[in-house]
């Protein structure tokens, strides 16, 4: 290299250092960012500058700085600069979601699944970028809720599952990563680490609500699987026999062995429309409204037994994303909008902003 090359390129590095690394204040070349510096016979000059991971926003100042720092020297003719960042993907897992809503019942069979997917709709409804989790181990019904049967999730980066778009939800199931028609003992190791890969893999859009549809029951498997979850809130659905409220109770006392709010309780199944019109009460009237009173945790509302809610379920087409204008539907809204209003009072308060 001959005298005048040595020259400029030495009257480069002077200039590269006398600019500020915006991370740690030392000069950009003792900051260690600057690489790949060449300058040629010709008076062109290139160079890299490495931003640090997830910081490539704050070089980009610099980058245009040390552009024209060098550019002004005599004897550079043009000026190529590289701005190169390592900015980490997205983290994968439930941790981005604004608000987790865990929906619950102490037994199988009394409609949680097909009230949290009619539920998550109705959040989707009310305008919320929402999601839903089916977490049941034991007979994830999510495939059939969304008419999802035999489709498999795709991975995402760095090993993460990409969720299935259905009804304008990202969803994510045990049943897309098992054939439901394989035999199985879902307790134990496979249980633990596919509920692991559920909570911690899935690479969620950016969602203000994500709605986990619990494995029935209050015993331990629930109450681990909560307390791995930052949860805004829970809703614990239940049928309206008397039998069914000692259940409710189990719920309460289960969440709040977890600190997570009760939003409500949702009594499902709750009486028949007659053809007159006239209300049915087949499995007793006002039973769980009864048991949140007494227990002091909000009720939520109540949804009857219909024919449109199961027949949808069965068809995967959930009602409320699909028929928006069924009194069901309504009621959905209703409990949404009860839930928000709950999760909203229950949050801890923002530090008040005083201002003169
Ligand atoms: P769980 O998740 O509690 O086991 P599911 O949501 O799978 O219960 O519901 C059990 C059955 O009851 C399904 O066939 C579903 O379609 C039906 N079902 C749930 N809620 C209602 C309702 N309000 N009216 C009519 N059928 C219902």
Known sequence: M????????????????????????????????VSGLAVREDGKISFTIEAPANASERYVGVRAEAEAAVRALDGAASVLVVLTSHDAPPAAGIGRVKSVIAVASAK??????TVAANLACAFAALGNKTGLLDLDVYGPSAPTLFGLQGRKPLPGPEKSLLPIEAFGLETMSIGYLVDPASPMIWRGAMATSAV?????????????????????GTGDVQLTLLQRVPLAGAIIVSTPQEMALADVRRGIAMFEKTRAPILGVIENMAYYVLPNGDRAYIFGQGGA?????????????????????????????????????????????????AALANAARFAKPAPSITVN
């Open 2 to 33: 001959n005298n005048r090359l040595a020259l400029l390129e030495n009257r480069v590095k002077a200039r590269l250092d006398a600019i500020k690394d915006p991370l740690n204040g030392a000069g950009l070349l003792s900051a260690g960012r």
């Open 108 to 113: 199988g069979g009394v409609g949680k699944s």
């Open 196 to 216: 692991r890969q559920m909570i911690d893999d899935v690479m969620w859009g950016e969602l203000d609500v994500l709605i986990l549809d619990m494995p029935p």
């Open 289 to 337: 409204r009864r048991t949140a009173e007494q227990a002091g945790v909000p009720f939520l509302g109540d949804i009857p037994i219909d024919v449109a809610l199961r027949a949808s379920a069965d068809a995967g087409k959930p009602l409320v994303a699909t028929d928006a204008s069924h009194s069901v539907s309504a009621q959905f809204l209703d409990l949404a909008r």
